[in-house]
């Protein structure tokens, strides 16, 4: 998880996690825009070498990478630009024993300094202990499924605690069930809480030491204000909501990945509701 440096010089950080399926299965989720916008941001690809690859990750917020190199169902390298330059990011698949596989990312830089190396340790880790558990969700309990997803997203002048307080008002938890229901007036919500618990040293030691994640837990108590869902209403799915410092903002975002039919039947009136309730209680919708 730390950066590291490889025979070429470049600096790198790389994540990885198991999942079922076979490697074309797993190919499916994470190099087709169809897949990846099941489980992670909505993105467009035109999955082939040369080709674009667009992650909408709120407003204002697209990331454009190049796809480098196209080998389905083993490997692909989409580069972008950004403040260390050119950054090119690697996903590979790996076939293990028993139906799973090893999806492994790798983002790669050049940099004569460790100036850049906080900011994709920060990567890394969200990999680690978001994303890559709503792709194990969504490869184990909907694979292949047709998927009806909405984003939102909303800005506060408030704290990171004080945003996060708002926002959870709108659900009630049950620890020790870990069960999930909206309050009352709330837009329609049950389900699981799956798991987020950090327990890898290096990840402990990226969320001590990044500015950004210290920022997002300040006068939370030890508390992740990341939430990941398993929906069984307003229909099966998955739900992400979260909340990220951005300058003298905070950003809220609530993802829902609604799948099959009933996903399809219940996608529009769910993200009008919670639409609903993000601008009544955080009126201020872009950064701008």
């Given at each position: 998880?730390?950066?590291?440096?490889?025979?070429?010089?470049?600096?790198?950080?790389?994540?990885?996690?198991?999942?079922?399926?076979?490697?074309?299965?797993?190919?499916?989720?994470?190099?087709?825009?169809?897949?990846?916008?099941?489980?992670?941001?909505?993105?467009?690809?035109?999955?082939?070498?040369?080709?674009?690859?667009?992650?909408?990750?709120?407003?204002?917020?697209?990331?454009?990478?190049?796809?480098?190199?196209?080998?389905?169902?083993?490997?692909?390298?989409?580069?972008?630009?950004?403040?260390?330059?050119?950054?090119?990011?690697?996903?590979?698949?790996?076939?293990?024993?028993?139906?799973?596989?090893?999806?492994?990312?790798?983002?790669?830089?050049?940099?004569?300094?460790?100036?850049?190396?906080?900011?994709?340790?920060?990567?890394?880790?969200g990999w680690s202990t978001s994303?890559?558990?709503?792709?194990?969700?969504?490869?184990?309990?909907?694979?292949?499924?047709?998927?009806?997803?909405?984003?939102?997203?909303?800005?506060?002048?408030?704290?990171?605690?004080?945003?996060?307080?708002?926002?959870?008002?709108?659900?009630?938890?049950?620890?020790?069930?870990?069960?999930?229901?909206?309050?009352?007036?709330?837009?329609?919500?049950?389900?699981?809480?799956?798991?987020?618990?950090?327990?890898?040293?290096?990840?402990?030691?990226?969320?001590?030491?990044?500015?950004?994640?210290?920022?997002?837990?300040?006068?939370?108590?030890?508390?992740?204000?990341?939430?990941?869902?398993?929906?069984?209403?307003?229909?099966?799915?998955?739900?992400?909501?979260?909340?990220?410092?951005?300058?003298?903002?905070?950003?809220?975002?609530?993802?829902?990945?609604?799948?099959?039919?009933?996903?399809?039947?219940?996608?529009?009136?769910?993200?009008?509701?919670?639409n609903a309730w993000l601008t009544?209680?955080?009126?201020?919708?872009?950064?701008?």
């Open positions: 998880m730390s950066a590291k440096k490889d025979d070429n010089g470049r600096r790198y950080v790389e994540a990885e996690v198991e999942v079922p399926g076979s490697p074309e299965e797993v190919w499916r989720a994470i190099a087709t825009a169809n897949g990846i916008s099941s489980w992670f941001v909505p993105t467009t690809s035109d999955e082939r070498e040369g080709g674009k690859v667009v992650c909408s990750f709120g407003p204002e917020m697209d990331s454009v990478a190049e796809i480098t190199e196209w080998n389905p169902p083993a490997r692909f390298i989409a580069e972008t630009e950004g403040g260390p330059g050119t950054v090119a990011t690697e996903w590979t698949v790996e076939t293990r024993t028993g139906g799973t596989c090893v999806v492994r990312v790798v983002h790669r830089w050049f940099a004569d300094t460790d100036d850049w190396d906080a900011e994709f340790e920060t990567h890394a880790y994303f890559f558990r709503l792709l194990q969700l969504y490869l184990t309990h909907f694979s292949g499924q047709a998927c009806s997803a909405f984003d939102l997203a909303a800005f506060n002048t408030a704290s990171p605690a004080e945003t996060w307080r708002t926002v959870k008002s709108v659900l009630k938890i049950d620890p020790a069930a870990q069960r999930v229901t909206s309050a009352p007036g709330a837009p329609d919500l049950s389900g699981v809480v799956e798991n987020t618990e950090i327990t890898d040293p290096e990840l402990l030691r990226i969320r001590e030491e990044s500015p950004l994640i210290t920022a997002t837990l300040e006068g939370l108590d030890g508390e992740n204000p990341d939430l990941v869902l398993r929906l069984e209403r307003p229909a099966p799915g998955l739900a992400h909501i979260f909340i990220m410092p951005m300058g003298d903002r905070t950003m809220v975002s609530i993802r829902f990945f609604l799948y099959g039919d009933r996903g399809a039947a219940a996608a529009s009136n769910a993200e009008q509701q919670w009544a209680r955080f009126p201020e919708r872009s950064p701008g």
